[in-house]
């Protein structure tokens, strides 16, 4: 079974590097297939992904940082590991880049990841049981409102992922507690039903939506924990995104 992971990056310079070497560390025994797309960056991280990813494959190999910030390839535990990097000419943003990656993968299992390192690729071993070893889920969503350790930061985007989560459940019959999260898993059976047209964060609402409408597809959540950042620390999301968010709920379950 391979897993594939996918990365959307925008002006991730500074934790590009850290983010990789956690994501080719987890799951060591599973072959996994990680394709990172950058959005147009302009602080440096296209030029260090042509550097060090393009077509990097390793086995029985992890990844370690050297003192210029490069990659290197050391002897480790992961069974098979390839690294892709794909390019955008023009900021598409996040929408546009993971529908970019999800024409490119090949993986029977996909899981999304930021490269900010707000999420812990740890956590993907839960999930991904749910759905290779138990088989009993099709879709596993994390969740930041659990009892996982979480950032406490604003109240503002609590209190809106809260409510975008909320009318989720009421327009799309659910019991979700976190659409907007990143993490999400799924099976390729999945991948090639979405249709996904979102560019922006509206994403995250056209994934659950089209998953939630489908009706045949074992929909599981999952405490993660949560290391948010300020918008000091690089934060992107602002207020007109969870806007846009409330009209897509709209959009996607009547348009």
Not at 125 to 142: E, K, N, T, Y
């Amino acid at each position: 079974m391979k897993l594939s992971v996918l990365i959307p990056v925008y002006n991730e310079r500074s934790l590009l590097a850290e983010c990789l070497t956690r994501v080719v560390a987890a799951l060591p025994a599973v072959e996994k297939e990680i394709i990172i797309v950058d959005d147009c960056s302009t602080d440096g991280t296209r030029e260090w992904l042509a550097r060090n990813v393009c077509n990097l494959e390793g086995h029985h190999c992890a990844l370690s940082i050297d003192p210029q910030g490069d990659l290197l390839l050391v002897p480790g535990a992961a069974v098979r590991v390839h690294l892709k990097a794909l390019f955008h000419e023009h900021n598409r943003g996040k929408g546009g880049a993971l529908q970019t990656g999800l024409r490119a993968l090949s993986g029977a299992v996909v899981v999304i990841q930021d490269a900010d390192l707000e999420y812990d690729p740890e956590e993907w071993a839960p999930m991904l049981d749910l759905i290779v070893r138990r088989r009993v889920a099709d879709v596993v969503f994390g969740s930041r409102f659990s009892s996982r350790p979480h950032r406490a930061l604003y109240f503002h985007h609590y209190m809106a992922n809260r409510l975008i989560s909320f009318l989720f459940n009421l327009l799309y019959n659910q019991t979700l507690t976190d659409i907007e999260v990143c993490y999400k898993m799924f099976t390729r059976e999945v991948l090639e039903s979405l249709r996904i047209t979102a560019n922006d964060f509206g994403f995250e609402v056209q994934f659950s939506a089209q998953v939630a409408r489908a009706r045949r597809w074992r929909i599981y959540e999952l405490g993660i924990s949560y290391y948010g950042r300020t918008y000091q620390e690089g934060k992107k999301i602002n207020w007109q995104d969870g806007l846009k968010a409330l009209w897509y709920l709209v959009k996607y379950r009547f348009g």
